[in-house]
């Protein structure tokens, strides 16, 4: 188990012997997330950080609960020396402070109206030895389950011969997350977990690995959420847990209908435009 701490931003080993040059910029971020991360005093647990290769590439899936769960879930792989490369909205790039620094971490951009060059991308980055990180549901889960996946991740693996690492964060959308307002509390934990690499056996399909991986995925923030150590201060505090849990969160059901208006008032403002 890996206990992420402000004191990792002045250890000189923490991103190993020789570090690439290049990723000065996000080794910098990461510094900085963590002087952040401090004096916010989020308690991190993460578990399964030996399941990330060494070496090589490889895909990280993990579900998606708060707008930061990609700096929390970056933290698994610090302990291997690892740096992700996570896919994200295209728009990111293009946001006049975002942008600068994605680009100089070498995240990939995806736009959803030309998705082949995203994947292309990504299987390059992935035959590079890179480690790439997914979010498979595609949007935040607002009833904090595990949404339908979509197929990009488990193709992406099949096409550059990698394993698929499934992963759960649990804990960031009392932080930040859709539908409800920012609030920057003290001491919150965050939990991350990474599981056992998932292989694609000889011939198999995109389907039958996509089936794995989220079955895999939901077993992980099943472990997440049972053993995250705060419980809801009161009833007005339960909105952050899911419904099968005794949460006030909306279920996976009725959240399918709210993301269908949420993606037509995206096509008609699209449309105006």
Request: glycine share 10%; aromatic share 10%.
């Amino acid at each position: 188990m890996y206990k992420a701490t402000a004191r990792d931003v002045v250890r000189r080993d923490l991103f190993g012997r020789a570090p690439d040059p290049r990723d000065r910029p996000y080794r910098f971020v990461i510094r900085l997330a963590l002087i952040v991360f401090g004096l916010f005093g989020f308690r991190f647990d993460v578990r399964g950080s030996e399941h990330v290769p060494a070496t090589g590439g490889a895909i990280i899936c993990s579900n998606h609960v708060s707008f930061f769960d990609f700096t929390f879930l970056g933290l698994g792989a610090l302990p291997r020396h690892r740096l992700v490369r996570f896919m994200a909205k295209s728009a990111v790039f293009g946001h006049w402070f975002a942008g600068p620094f994605m680009r100089a971490m070498r995240h990939i951009p995806v736009d959803r109206k030309a998705g082949a060059a995203a994947f292309e991308s990504a299987v390059r980055a992935l035959k590079d030895g890179e480690v790439v990180g997914v979010f498979p549901e595609a949007t935040i889960s607002r009833s904090f389950t595990v949404k339908e996946l979509k197929a990009g991740a488990a193709r992406m693996a099949i096409d550059a011969g990698v394993p698929v690492i499934p992963a759960a964060v649990w804990g960031g959308q009392r932080i930040a997350t859709k539908g409800h307002k920012v609030q920057f509390r003290r001491g919150v934990p965050v939990t991350v977990i990474l599981g056992e690499p998932l292989v694609a056996e000889p011939g198999e399909k995109v389907q039958s690995l996509l089936r794995r991986t989220r079955a895999a995925m939901e077993e992980l923030l099943d472990q997440a959420q049972r053993s995250y150590p705060e419980t809801p201060a009161g009833p007005d505090d339960r909105w952050w847990l899911p419904a099968h849990l005794g949460g006030t969160a909306p279920k996976p059901e009725d959240v399918a209908a709210l993301d269908a208006v949420d993606a037509a008032g995206k096509g008609a403002n699209s449309r105006r435009r």
